[in-house]
């Protein structure tokens, strides 16, 4: 769940693409998965039950990571990242900003750029619209086709050269931005906003939060709401701590459930959490899902919400299937 080597979202394509920012585990040409994996073959509905809590709990993970994929446009969770390397937004600023557009092998993507303060750089206020038009990247390939904006900007010290203390704020919107490659075809809608921090360029601080945020590819449907992520990296000891809350609503769920953590998911960067535990719920069932260690999942179903444990299953990370 901490690797690099989830399926992303369209919007990391979009934004990889946008930034010209490589990918942890082979660059621009490894990013292209559509915004949802294939549904799991044994797939059920809800309530929750033995049979489907696994699935389940592997969508919700799914989502979650998913999420945290974002983050790398800005450099966020790559230790290389730190110190020296521009972030995402910068890169952002050297090729795309300068020219005005970004360089499709075939089809056309316009960037508008609002100087709120008409300094010439990149700081609180200003906004950016991307639209992209049959825009395909031969590389990924993949052709991105619709509006984007960059909005909301806070720029506090200076985060370009991550000089400590800054902070770099942004909201990303998406007006049913479709993302199509060899997998298929995947539309989002919505938006997402990153806090990205760091008072000593050692510990990071990001948070990310949607109202809501819609993928929709092969027929399913799923929208995150009232959404919030938190995570912590020590640069140096090179661990990481999240906590996430928020609902997931899905046509292959036929519903939608609740998850809250509990306790921090907490390991070392590009290794599986040893410990967290998150709780999954719709209006008659849940799973409490207890992080054994980097190997092994617990999960506790309760069948009619009356605190009782029905029934235990015992998974690993590999059986959630989730990078």
């Given amino acids: 769940m901490f690797t690099r080597k989830f399926s992303a979202l369209t919007v990391s394509v979009a934004l990889l693409l946008l930034v010209s920012c490589d990918s942890g585990d082979g660059g621009i040409s490894s990013v292209g998965t559509p915004p949802s994996l294939p549904p799991p073959a044994n797939a059920a509905a809800l309530p929750i039950t033995a049979v489907n ?28 990242g730190v110190g020296g390397t521009l972030p995402g937004l910068a890169k952002f600023a050297v090729n795309a900003i300068l020219p005005q557009t970004v360089a499709c092998d075939t089809g056309e993507a316009a960037v ?22 049959m825009c395909f990247f031969e590389d990924s390939g993949t052709t991105l086709d619709g509006p984007i904006s960059l909005t909301n900007l806070v720029v506090t010290g200076d985060p370009l050269n991550q000089i400590a203390p800054w902070v770099l704020g942004i909201t990303f919107g998406f007006d049913n931005l479709s993302g199509t490659d060899s997998a298929g075809t995947a539309i989002l809608d919505g938006d997402i906003n990153v806090d990205y921090r760091s008072d000593d360029n050692i510990v990071e601080n990001i948070l990310v939060t949607t109202a809501s945020l819609t993928t929709q590819q092969a027929g399913i449907t799923e929208t995150l709401s009232d ?9 140096n000891a090179l661990t990481l701590v999240l906590s996430t809350n928020g609902t997931l609503t899905s046509t292959l769920l036929e519903g939608s459930v609740t998850f809250e953590t509990l306790e921090d998911f907490a390991g070392t960067f590009d290794d599986n959490p040893s410990s967290g535990q998150l709780l999954i719920s719709d209006d008659s069932s849940s799973v409490l899902v207890t992080v054994l260690d980097n190997i092994s999942v617990q999960l506790d179903i309760d069948f009619d919400l009356d605190g009782t444990i029905d029934e235990t299953i015992v998974v690993t990370w590999a059986d959630l299937d989730i990078d």
């Fill in 112 to 133: 508008e750029w609002d100087d709120a303060d008409n300094d010439l750089e990149i700081s609180t206020g200003d906004t950016f619209d991307i639209v992209f038009d």
């Fill in 227 to 235: 959404y919030v992520l938190t995570q912590t990296f020590d640069v």
């Fill in 53 to 80: 809590a696994q699935d389940i709990t592997a969508s919700v993970l799914v989502a979650v990571v998913s999420t945290i994929d974002v983050v790398d446009i800005l450099d966020i969770i790559e230790p290389a």
